[in-house]
């Protein structure tokens, strides 16, 4: 919302604090998400110390390599959506969070609840992807 001295959207302190701490919330739930992730591969590699690799069906074994990986691909997009959550905090802070960097308006609020490290209002983020 445009004040008197700037004639550029920007939300209110108030907007600002609900998106902080949602923000907050969000880091603190990857958070979690990530420690059990890490110490699902740490179980794993503890129980394929004891475990000989002959004791498995080569099936089995092909299938929890596979669990694995995936396991080491959540590990690193949750890592990845912590550094944009992070880079949100620091727009809020430098005042332009929820200004879109292609058009200059503000992005719905309610784009920037569901995606709340979003630099790209709807409508430019459409025409990107047509």
Request: a negative charge.
């Amino acid at each position: 919302m445009p004040n008197a001295t700037d004639m550029s959207p920007r939300y209110s302190a108030e907007e600002l604090a609900y998106f902080r701490e949602l923000i907050e919330r969000k880091k603190a739930q990857t958070r979690e998400d990530l420690e059990r992730m890490r110490q699902t591969v740490l179980d794993d590699i503890e129980l394929g110390e004891v475990d000989s690799a002959y004791s498995y069906h080569m099936a089995d074994a092909g299938t929890d390599a596979m669990e694995r990986e995936k396991i080491y691909l959540l590990i690193a997009r949750a890592e990845k959506f912590l550094r944009y959550l992070d880079a949100a905090l620091e727009r809020i802070e430098r005042g332009t969070y929820g200004i879109c960097r292609e058009c200059g308006r503000l992005i719905e609020k309610g784009r920037l609840e569901a995606v709340p490290h979003t630099q790209i209002c709807i409508e430019c983020k459409r025409r990107q992807q047509s």
